[in-house]
């Protein structure tokens, strides 16, 4: 199983895979044929309240994770999820973010999860 995390706005690379963007909103000033997007799971994507926690500098990386993989524990969420393996499992699977620093984003919360 490969599961890669990159931002939405660098450029496909031919060994990306199945490329799913896992934002709730559309990335800014990007095009979709750019982009280049084959699912949009947005359900996957944490809570705007979280988001906002997190991003307004309130808790840790890691009390993120921990809340992100809570939501992630969802009916829908684990549907998604499962989906998200199945491809996996046939090949690579990019995770694409707008996230400036995607190792430290829901998008490796969710990569980590879909390889154990």
Do not use: N
Request: cysteine-free; aromatic content about 6%.
């Amino acid at each position: 199983m490969s599961v890669r995390v990159r931002r939405v706005y660098e450029p496909p690379e031919p060994d990306d895979g199945v490329r799913v963007l896992v934002d709730r909103l559309w990335p800014r000033g990007l095009s979709k044929d750019a982009a280049q997007v084959d699912e949009w799971p947005k359900a996957l994507t944490p809570s705007t309240e979280l988001r906002r926690r997190y991003h307004a500098g309130e808790g840790s990386y890691e009390e993120f994770g921990r809340r992100y993989e809570e939501e992630l524990a969802a009916p829908e969420a684990v549907e998604l999820l499962d989906r998200v393996r199945e491809l996996a499992g046939k090949g690579t699977v990019t995770l694409l973010t707008a996230a400036k620093d995607p190792e430290e984003s829901h998008a490796a919360v969710l990569a980590r999860l879909l390889r154990t």
